[in-house]
Nanobody
Framework: QVQLVESGGGLVQAGGSLRLSCAASGRTFSNYAMGWFRQAPGKEREFVAAFTWSGGTTYYSDSVKGRFTISRDNAKNMLYLQMNSLKPEETAVYYC????????????????WGQGTQVTVSS
């Protein structure tokens, strides 16, 4: 089992920045690919960014590329998402998710996820 706890969400004005954190515990963190997904009210959960288990490759959705940065610290069992130039339409609950080794853009491929952290971007 892998336990994931997100934090860092909040209220920010459009154009502002937030840094989300995800604390992982339970298994060897470095063996897991990690991803960030988000879910707005009434919408499907969508892929935001992901990191392979080795930390060598990152993936981003086209909508956040150039504005968001995913990073991980295997020594601290932490995953981060730096979000810049936020837009009101990015208001959502952001989830940290994990699966063994290979990153995926597909939500169904992930085995573990946290409770989410709310990000609200005001216009």
């Amino acid at each position: 089992q892998v336990q994931l706890v997100e934090s860092g969400g909040g209220l920010v004005q459009a154009g502002g920045s937030l840094r989300l954190s995800c604390a992982a515990s339970g298994r060897t963190f470095s063996n897991y690919a990690m991803g960030w997904f988000r879910q707005a009210p009434g919408k499907e959960r969508e892929f935001v960014a992901a990191f392979t288990w080795s930390g060598g490759t990152t993936y981003y959705s086209d909508s956040v590329k150039g504005r968001f940065t995913i990073s991980r610290d295997n020594a601290k069992n932490m995953l981060y998402l730096q979000m810049n130039s936020l837009k009101p339409e990015e208001t959502a609950v952001y989830y940290c998710e994990a699966r063994l080794f290979i990153a995926s853009r597909n939500r169904a491929d992930y085995d573990y996820w946290g409770q989410g952290t709310q990000v609200t971007v005001s216009s």
